[in-house]
Nanobody, 125 residues
Framework: RVRLVESGGGSVQAGGSLRLACLAS???????????MGWVRQAPGKEREGVAS???????MYMDAVQGRFTISQDHAKNTLYLEMNSLKPEDTGMYYC????????????????WGQGTQVTVSS
């Protein structure tokens, strides 16, 4: 399994921005072949939800609540996944995890097989 380490979380006021990063210990394609990487979040007392995903061809998917505000991207040379979050809202608060699975993408968090430890995002009203 590849090691995934998230960073970039923090506490911001509503309307602010954060840029999360997920550093992988190796090139994802070299381990999995075609893959999907994604960001998943879980707020206190709420269900886990898939936020965004990106595949080996950089095709992306977003949950409706973040469409137009969040951007997922990857840097293959740096083995790094990013999530740029703009116009943050209190409901964006939660623990954000990056994850990877071989094959096609979906926004179903249960599809992922390998997870990082998460980074906390807190948005104050």
């Amino acid at each position: 399994r590849v090691r995934l380490v998230e960073s970039g979380g923090g506490s911001v006021q509503a309307g602010g921005s954060l840029r999360l990063a997920c550093l992988a210990s190796a090139n994802i394609y070299s381990i999995y072949g075609p893959y999907c990487m994604g960001w998943v979040r879980q707020a206190p007392g709420k269900e886990r939800e898939g936020v965004a995903s990106i595949d080996v061809f950089s095709r992306t998917m977003y949950m409706d609540a973040v469409q137009g505000r969040f951007t997922i991207s990857q840097d293959h040379a740096k083995n790094t996944l990013y999530l740029e979050m703009n116009s943050l809202k209190p409901e964006d608060t939660g623990m954000y995890y990056c994850a990877v699975v071989a094959g096609a993408c979906s926004l179903k968090w249960s599809d992922y097989h390998n997870w990082g430890q998460g980074t906390q995002v807190t948005v104050s009203s």
